[in-house]
Structures are given as structure tokens and as C-alpha cells.
């Protein structure tokens, strides 16, 4: 469904990617990890269409550059930063159900579900909305179309707990029928969803974890880490999931991670990716 073939971006003469090779197959939902500055927004907005880059992005069979309405027909996207359109809502709404062939009120639905009070703002600037108001209503035009794949950049940011859940709900309810990219800080939120972790670090994918569905509730996973230099809060971190270190400068461990807790351990090792050269986890026993 979506293919990274080579994919790099420059800005400024900084290399923000570096050679991406992605293939992501249709239904499978990947968590995009990686922290600020490893060039997962930028990823997203090639995946769009909206840079010019070197190598070759394919979604769905076409170019998002040179067939970018075709592309963003399929798309649902929900950005990490909402524009700042002037836009009263109601037209908004008109607008994109229009521009993706499909009904207002399936929209109107999906943000009456999110808990967005639609009546009390729909002659209101989209910009003058409050930041939770903007990010329920692009998840609502997101999801409210038949979409056959969601990109979505940190969704969940500014929502409140309880419309954090239902938008979790929202996604889980299409988790059999749609591709899913999801850039995410929390990984913890999003893991009984995904069936795929890749993790960025300084443009170049430094993990890509299947969550195997083959891995059982009592299954054991040997994981290992290497850090390019010794680095205490990493160290602490992984003496908390009980790793050992392997050499006397403490820049391998290796230990026990429980099945259901893969993700969990993953997010962890996310959080020390300026210092981390290596993650991996592999099934012991069942």
C-alpha cells in the first residue's frame, strides 16, 4: 500500500532523511517513533506530497507528487499542527465531505462522538477554535470518509482523556479494513493497536519490530540494546526492566522482556534514540 524506496530529504544542506527503504502492506497499522528532529514529520509531509524529495514514494500504485489529488482521495490525515484557515466550520465541513465524496453528517457523527459540541461553533472560525475544538474536527474529517489510509502525526496531542479514548475506539473499530501510520510519543496509547513499530533516528530507521500476533501473553522476548556511549539514564532505565550489561563500559544489555510488555520496553528505548544504536527483541519461549 505505501513504499519508501531510498527516500531522502535535504533542507538547507542538512539531511533530514537518509535512504528510508519502507514497505508497509495493506492493514497493517505502524506506530512511527523516533524523537524530535528524527524527521518523522517530515516523512509524513513526503508521504503527502507536500516536499520534493530524492527516491521514490508510492501509495496505493501512485506518486503523491504528480498524482496528488488521486493520493489524498484515499487519505485520511490529521497533522500535528492544524492551519490556520479561516474558514467557518460548517463550510469546512461542506468543503471536505465534497472534496472526499462523502456525507457531512458521517463527519458531524464522528465529532459528536469525539464530544465536540458542533451546533455552538458551526458559524466560528476555524481558527479562532481552541486547540482540543481543532484537533477533534480534523480526526472527524479524517474518519469520516472511506479512507483507505489514515496518516495521522501526534492525533492525539491535544485531547482530553476521555476523547483520547474514544478516538483510540474510533481507530480500533477500523483496525481490519485500513493501512495506519501513526507518529506517536506514546507509544503505550497506541500498542494494542499497532502490528508494527519503525523508529526514526537522525533521518535513518534504526528499528523495525513486527508485533508478531504469534507472540503469546506467556511468551519471553531477549532483547538487547547497544549504545553508541555510556549514558547513566539509559543505564538506569534498563536496570529498572533488570538488563545486564555485557561489557565493563556498559554499552550492551541484554535481558527478559515479558510478551505484553514488548511495547512498553520499546517505548522506553525510544525515549534514549540520540544515544541507542541498537534495539532488538526475539522470542525465547512460548
Not at 187 to 206: A, F, P, Q, W
Not at 252 to 276: I, K, N
Amino acid at each position: 500500500m505505501i513504499r519508501f524506496n531510498k527516500l531522502s530529504k535535504t533542507f538547507k544542506r542538512v539531511k533530514i532523511l537518509e535512504g528510508i527503504d519502507l514497505d508497509i502492506g495493506l492493514g497493517e497499522r505502524v506506530a512511527l517513533i523516533g524523537s524530535n528532529g528524527a524527521g518523522k514529520t517530515t516523512l509524513i509531509r513526503c508521504l503527502l506530497g507536500e516536499y520534493t524529495f530524492d527516491g521514490e514514494v508510492v501509495i496505493n500504485g501512485r506518486n503523491p507528487r504528480t498524482e496528488r489529488t488521486e493520493v489524498l482521495g484515499q487519505i485520511g490525515f490529521v497533522p500535528q499542527l492544524p492551519p490556520p484557515l479561516k474558514m467557518p466550520v460548517a463550510q469546512l465541513i461542506d468543503f471536505s465531505a465534497a472534496l472526499c465524496k462523502t456525507e457531512p453528517a458521517r463527519i458531524h457523527e464522528v465529532a459528536i462522538r469525539l464530544g465536540l459540541d458542533l451546533a455552538s461553533i458551526l458559524s466560528r472560525p476555524f481558527n479562532k477554535l481552541s486547540g482540543g475544538m481543532k484537533q477533534k474536527l480534523l480526526i472527524a474529517i479524517a474518519l469520516g470518509r472511506d479512507a483507505k489510509v489514515l496518516v495521522m502525526d501526534e492525533p492525539a496531542a491535544n485531547l482530553d482523556p476521555q476523547a483520547r479514548k474514544i478516538f483510540f475506539d474510533l481507530l480500533a473499530e477500523r483496525a481490519e479494513h485500513v493501512t495506519m501510520l501513526i507518529s506517536s510519543h506514546r507509544i503505550n496509547e497506541v500498542s494494542s493497536l499497532v502490528t508494527r513499530v519503525v523508529e526514526l533516528d537522525t533521518g535513518k530507521v534504526v528499528l523495525d519490530d513486527r508485533v508478531a500476533a504469534e507472540v503469546s501473553l506467556a511468551g519471553i522476548l531477549l532483547g538487547r540494546v547497544v549504545s553508541r556511549q555510556h549514558e547513566p539514564a539509559l543505564a538506569k532505565a534498563l536496570a529498572q526492566w533488570n538488563f545486564k550489561t555485557l561489557d565493563s563500559e556498559g554499552l550492551e544489555w541484554e535481558g527478559q522482556v515479558a510478551g505484553p510488555d514488548r511495547l512498553r520496553f520499546l517505548g522506553t528505548a525510544s525515549r534514549y534514540a540520540a544515544v541507542v544504536s541498537h534495539v532488538s527483541l526475539t522470542e525465547v519461549s512460548p
